[in-house]
């Protein structure tokens, strides 16, 4: 059964950076394409950005040229570089494994004006 761990969350202020990290545990991680999801207050969960098995990576309109998406499969960890942090990116992320609908239990970002 796979196992997700997000860490990296926390308060930024508006212009900052947060790198996320996401541990994963119980699945051959170099075989799987993995995600970042985020959900804030009052809205519905919405995709970030995913990165193949191969390193093929994509990103949501409202992140693209700010957040990066990479995996170091020695570490079985995917990470979200988040440069440029803006209020409307505060939301509880989740990491994501499409191949067996596995989710984190999310860690939060917040940023402040």
């Known amino acids: 059964q796979v196992q997700l761990v997000e860490s990296g969350g926390g308060l930024v202020q508006a212009g900052g950076s947060l790198r996320l990290s996401c541990a994963a545990s119980g699945i051959i991680f170099s075989f799987n394409d993995m995600g970042w999801y985020r959900q804030a207050p009052g809205k519905q969960r919405e995709w970030v950005a995913g990165?193949?098995?191969?390193?093929?990576?994509n990103y949501a309109d409202s992140v693209k040229g700010r957040f990066t998406i990479s995996r170091d499969n020695a570490k079985n960890t995917v990470y979200l570089q988040m440069n440029n942090l803006n209020p409307e990116d505060t939301a509880m992320y989740y990491c994501?494994?499409?191949?067996?609908?596995?989710w984190g239990p999310g860690t939060q970002v917040t940023v402040s004006s």
């Open positions: 994501y494994v499409p191949r067996v609908n596995g």
């Open positions: 990165i193949t098995s191969t390193g093929r990576t």
